[in-house]
């Protein structure tokens, strides 16, 4: 049992390259997310999806696209890489559990991608 | 979701329990208190969460104040392991979602 993975796990863009961040999940999540961290800060989120084939914005969305085609996969893409997306990303995935008196979501994330753009 | 304030950071000694606070006083009646940590460079982990009582669980127990305006994270025997940011977050349960916020959380260092 993988987990959440993350690909790849470093990566150096120039300005205006555009790339694809790669997340995949195994444990059949509906939930899925992507977060970026910057040094010093807390997570913000980017984008979620509830499933597939529905995907929405979190806080920070602008230059980031996703998209949902199946249950375990949940591509970021960056369409024209600048410097202040230098960063740290991470995906996440969580399942949701509304029973007895302590209904839970967790999330579980991946080890994250440290990506630079110079 | 309830904004938390947790102080900046904290030192505890291998071996000891380490005692986290975090204030939560606009909380409402549906909104479950939740904890993470983050190992430097690697992603958050779940620790426990909890709604009125109080939890355990083989990471770690929650103590919750009966008006749960405030609780208390307890690692029972910190290591050096356990050197890492601990966030406290508050929000209802989303069968449909679930958008975590992390604020500045606790800066823990565990020292031999």
Redesign the interface.
């Known amino acids: 049992n993988a987990g959440v993975t993350q690909t790849p796990k470093f990566q150096v863009l120039k300005t205006g390259q555009s790339m694809t961040l790669q997340c995949a999940q195994d444990m059949n999540h509906e939930y899925m997310s992507w977060y970026r961290q910057d040094p010093g800060m807390g997570l913000r989120l980017i984008h979620y999806s509830v499933g597939a084939g529905i995907t929405d914005q979190g806080e920070v969305p602008n230059g980031y696209n996703v998209s949902r085609s199946t249950t375990e996969d949940f591509p970021l893409r960056l369409l024209s890489a600048a410097p202040s997306q230098t960063s740290v990303y991470f995906c996440a995935s969580s399942y949701s559990k509304a029973s007895g008196s302590l209904a839970k979501n967790i999330q579980y994330f991946g080890a994250g991608t440290r990506l630079s753009v110079l | 979701d309830a904004k938390t304030t947790q102080p900046p950071s904290m030192d505890c000694a291998e071996g000891r329990a380490a005692n986290l606070p975090c204030n939560h006083s606009t909380i409402s009646g549906n909104e479950?208190v939740y904890w993470?940590r983050q190992i430097h460079?690697?992603?958050?982990?779940?620790i426990i969460?909890?709604?009125k009582n109080n939890?355990t669980n083989e990471m770690a127990s929650l103590i919750i104040t009966e008006d749960r305006k405030s609780s208390t994270l307890i690692l029972p025997h910190a290591t050096l392991r356990d050197t890492a940011v601990y966030?406290c977050i508050v929000?209802v349960?989303?069968?449909?979602?679930?958008?975590?916020?992390?604020?500045?959380?606790t800066r823990v260092l565990v020292k031999p």
């Open positions: 479950y993470y460079s690697q992603g958050p982990q779940y969460h909890g709604l939890e966030y929000r349960f989303k069968a449909a979602g679930n958008k975590l916020t992390f604020g500045g959380g």
